[in-house]
């Protein structure tokens, strides 16, 4: 859990943290189906994640997933946006 972590932003090395909790995410179903273009943009202290709204809407279960992602960082203060295309 994010929020049990300890907030240092040099103890934590955020990008790989944010990369490997996403990779989690959309690798959940353990299928070969191919991933759309995934986007990721950092701002600052957080990160805009573009992906397709139509690919999402036929994973809910990953949809779900990347909401439940932003309200965990959200929790320690850090952005996580979702923008469709």
Do not use: M
Request: charged share 30%; with cysteine; hydrophobic share 40%.
């Amino acid at each position: 859990k994010l929020n049990k972590l300890p907030i240092s932003p040099g103890y934590i090395d955020w990008h790989l943290l944010f990369c490997l909790r996403l990779a989690q995410v959309v690798s959940r179903k353990r299928e070969n189906a191919a991933l759309p273009l995934i986007k990721v943009q950092q701002n600052p202290k957080g990160f805009k994640l573009k992906v397709s709204k139509t690919w999402l809407e036929k994973n809910p279960f990953i949809q779900f997933g990347l909401n439940k992602e932003a309200s965990d960082w959200k929790k320690i203060e850090w952005k996580y946006e979702i923008e469709l295309y």
